[in-house]
């Protein structure tokens, strides 16, 4: 009963504070992206804390854009007018979601995922794009972000330190999980909002985090160091492969490109001679990329035989049973591969829409290269992007709403 009225008392605050300010709502709901972990049921229905933050966000969106004006907020079609291209792949996403759904083994948990992975994150977006119409409102919601990835960071370090509060299933390794269940939930969740504080920490810009140098400073250190304690290996790679990519479009001088070609290479051959393990773990030739290749393998396989519609949302355990012989691993809840988990509970509809947005994302950056606050949600995609070729960067309630938010935030409207 205590914990369903503290639950009744957060979700009432919330309530109150986003319909006195529906910005202050907005940026407080993406510091507290990771209370999807707080989980209750309401009925039948399961659901989060994060997903009623969410929930009272679009409601009162919806009810404040009925108000006479002054009002915040503006015409949702007018949103919907400014996505342009990006129309389609949010629409392939919902129609995907939809079919993949229908077709799914547990309709009922398929509803859940499409709602909290899908349909939410979709209309809050659009929530964002009608009310945070200035630079500074996003620029504020980066900050939210940087301060909770930072607080993950702290206490896995903490974890690190103390070993205190590690799960059993992580003991022997020595892997922090900070507030998550597992390690790499750590680096998947700082890893993007890291890159996103460097591109703008480090680009030219009037940004309200260029001139906090000391506080973003201080920040990307205390989520790198958040993900060397959960030894999030992915991550760790992904985020110096991103942030060199980044710096090769980016408007720098030649000698700064240059600089960071060498510094690849380099950085490159010392870790062939110094490090052969990540060399082995990077083309998946250590134990855990053997299984990561057998899985890839079976879950093949199986598309095979359903290339068109997949196994259907939550559907990929059981549509892989089948076909799992190589036992020395068990079946997990995705494929571990950002294609492959996209086209297995999305179906061919799901993969096409991903490879579209990738293609409009990828335009957008070099059609706005010169646009600080493009590179930094390019750069956060790009990291969701390498990491997802070994794990899983959507299928989450918190990595949904990010992604969704990165995507759209690469219709941000130009410094003036």
Not at 238 to 246: D, R
Not at 360 to 381: P, Y
Request: charged letters at 15%; proline letters at 5%; a neutral charge.
């Amino acid at each position: 009963m205590t914990f369903f009225l503290l639950i009744a008392i957060a979700l009432i605050t919330f309530a109150v504070l986003s319909w006195r300010n529906q910005k202050l709502g907005i940026i407080l709901l993406f510091a507290l992206l990771p209370t999807y972990l707080v989980r209750f049921s309401v009925g039948p229905i399961p659901s989060t804390l994060l997903e009623g933050f969410v929930l009272i966000t679009i409601a009162i969106a919806v009810l404040r854009s009925k108000a006479p004006p002054p009002y915040e907020g503006g015409g949702w079609g007018e949103v919907l007018n400014s996505l342009g291209w990006y129309r389609i792949p949010l629409a392939l996403a919902v129609i995907a979601g939809i079919i993949s759904t229908i077709i799914a083994p547990d309709i009922l948990s398929a509803l859940g995922i499409l709602k909290a992975y899908i349909i939410e994150p979709i209309l809050l977006a659009f929530v964002i794009t009608s009310i945070m119409v200035e630079r500074a409102d996003i620029e504020r919601i980066i900050d939210a972000l940087v301060a909770s990835a930072t607080v993950v960071g702290v206490l896995a370090i903490l974890q690190a330190l103390t070993h205190v509060g590690i799960p059993d299933a992580w003991a022997i390794e020595h892997r922090a999980t900070s507030l998550f269940d597992y390690p790499n939930a750590v680096g998947l969740f700082i890893a993007p909002i890291m890159v996103m504080a460097m591109v703008r920490l480090f680009t030219p810009s009037d940004s309200p985090l260029k001139k906090r140098k000391t506080f973003t400073g201080g920040a990307v250190l205390l989520m790198l160091g958040g993900i060397f304690a959960a030894k999030t290996e992915a991550a760790l790679v992904a985020i110096p492969v991103a942030l060199a990519i980044i710096g090769l479009i980016a408007p720098l001088s030649a000698r700064i490109k240059y600089g960071i070609v060498a510094l690849s290479i380099t950085g490159a051959c010392a870790m062939s001679v110094f490090a052969p393990s990540i060399i082995q773990k990077i083309t998946l030739h250590d134990s855990s990329g053997l299984v990561r290749r057998a899985q890839w393998s079976e879950t093949l396989t199986m598309l095979a035989d359903r290339p068109l519609l997949g196994a259907g949302l939550n559907g990929y355990p059981t549509a892989l049973a089948p076909y799992h012989d190589a036992t020395f691993y068990e079946i997990f809840q995705y494929p571990h591969n950002i294609f492959l988990n996209v086209w297995s509970e999305m179906g061919l509809i799901g993969l096409i829409g991903l490879i579209v947005c990738a293609i409009l994302v990828t335009r957008t950056t070099w059609r706005r290269k010169d646009d600080a606050l493009i590179l930094a949600f390019a750069a956060a995609l790009l990291v969701m992007l390498i990491h997802g070729l070994v794990d899983v960067p959507f299928f989450k309630n918190d990595l949904a709403i990010l992604t969704v938010f990165c995507v759209m935030g690469m219709m941000v409207k130009k410094e003036a």
